[in-house]
Antibody, heavy 117, light 109 residues
């Protein structure tokens, strides 16, 4: 079935980097943009970035210099690396596919990233 | 950046009642690219409505989206027990960053 499966929870120290992966299955990976959305504990949703799985172009207007997004079409996987972590980056990170005219119809299960010294 | 303001913050209702949730944008949302999501504790959001009024796959018809420009509404005609959750609106029009509202919690009265 159509699904996005994310990598497991991470615990990092301030200043470190974290890599979160998202593997797509059940549809043509290159058809829809993939997005990253995060949710701090008890807070709302924040859109972070998006990547075109076909050409690889990525956009992350609010995280310039801290986010790197890549994709591997051979494994239908999108990776996001967030660097220079602070406690404010503690959140659940979701990948989501923009398959409904751009709206996010398929979501990963979420990856908890905790940043603590 | 388009700021989305949802109201009310919390809606306390009983099963069977009608719920009306509002989402107001700080500027017009291009092509009415406005979506609504439902989120339950410990779960990823689920798409309910896209393009302001199109129901996503397998979404019951008690969920209706309406509005255009800067004012949008999600209506749940008769609340079922599984509808008590947090609801977010989101704009995905051309202007980046794409943004979410702060959410409306629908809880049991």
């Amino acid at each position: 079935q159509v699904q996005l499966v994310q990598s497991g929870a991470e615990v990092k120290k301030p200043g470190a980097s974290v890599k979160v992966s998202c593997k797509a299955s059940g549809y043509t990976f290159t058809t829809y943009y993939m997005h990253w959305v995060r949710q701090a504990p008890g807070q709302g949703l924040q859109w972070m970035s998006m990547i075109n799985p076909s050409g690889g172009a990525a956009i992350y207007p609010q995280f310039q210099g801290r986010v790197t997004m890549t994709r591997d079409t051979s494994t239908s996987t999108v990776n996001m690396v967030l660097s220079s972590l602070t406690s404010e980056d503690t959140a659940v990170y979701y990948c989501a596919s923009g398959g409904r005219g751009g709206a996010f119809d398929i979501w990963g299960q979420g990856t908890m990233v905790s940043v603590s010294s | 950046e388009i700021v989305l303001t949802q109201s009310p913050g919390t809606l306390s209702l009983s099963p069977g009642e009608r719920a009306t949730l509002s989402c107001r944008a700080s500027q017009s949302v291009g092509s009415n690219y406005l979506a609504w999501y439902q989120q339950k504790p410990g779960q990823a959001p689920r798409l309910l409505i896209y393009h302001a009024s199109s129901r996503a796959a397998d979404i019951p018809d008690r969920f209706t989206g309406s509005g255009s420009g800067t004012d949008f509404t999600l209506t749940i005609s008769r609340l079922e027990p599984e509808d008590f959750a947090v609801y977010y609106c989101q704009q995905y029009a051309g202007s980046l960053p794409w943004t979410f509202g702060q959410g409306t919690k629908v809880d049991i009265k």
